[in-house]
């Protein structure tokens, strides 16, 4: 790989901080995942099973008091 020079790498570092401040002002605006994520099984006996299988799963995991 050759050598970069010390201006084309302030350049790529400058393109991927413009980049990144994009992506982040992009960001701002949508909803964080578990906001878009809520609500969506609501009502959804499947996804009650599903919990309740999980929590049915963990209490298995927990020690036992003697």
């Not at 084309?8 to 990144?20: D, G, H, S």
């Not at 949508?30 to 809520?38: D, F, I, Q």
């Not at 099984?41 to 298995?60: I, S």
Request: proline letters at 5%.
């Amino acid at each position: 790989m050759a050598a970069a020079t010390i201006e084309q790498r302030i350049e790529a570092l400058e393109r991927e901080v413009r980049l990144l401040r994009a992506a982040v002002k992009k960001g701002r605006r949508e909803k964080p995942w578990w906001e878009r994520l809520a609500g969506t099984f609501k009502d959804d006996p499947l996804f009650d099973e599903m919990v309740k299988a999980g929590q049915r799963y963990r209490n298995l995991l927990r020690p036992r008091s003697k």
